[in-house]
């Protein structure tokens, strides 16, 4: 299992309109192969701060859906980004 954690960083008046776009980004994801969760959200501390979370079944999956890319002004958009990736060798309930 593959997860992708940390935080995207904008402008905190375009933090919204930022999210609104992601939606499809986020709906797509969700109905990929292989994506066990996806997630982007407002933090609700820091008003530039956008929380990322998604959880991939393989590499192979991840990858998949990661040729698809973003439109060109989401990355435009994002001033600093602190995200990492993680292979899960175990799981089991806290």
């Known amino acids: 299992m593959i997860i992708i954690a940390g935080a995207l960083y904008v402008e905190p008046a375009g ?9 499809p980004v986020m ?3 969700r109905a990929a192969t292989g994506c066990l969760d996806f997630s982007l959200s407002a933090d609700l501390v820091e008003p530039d701060r956008i929380n990322v979370y998604e959880r991939w079944e393989s590499e192979a999956d ?32 806290p």
């Open 15 to 23: 933090r919204q309109a930022y999210l609104a776009e992601c939606q």
């Open 62 to 93: 991840l990858l998949r859906f990661r040729d698809s890319g973003p439109s060109a002004e989401q990355p435009a958009a994002i001033r600093d980004a602190r995200v990492e990736r993680f292979e899960v060798s175990s799981l089991g309930s």
């Open 27 to 29: 709906q797509a994801a």
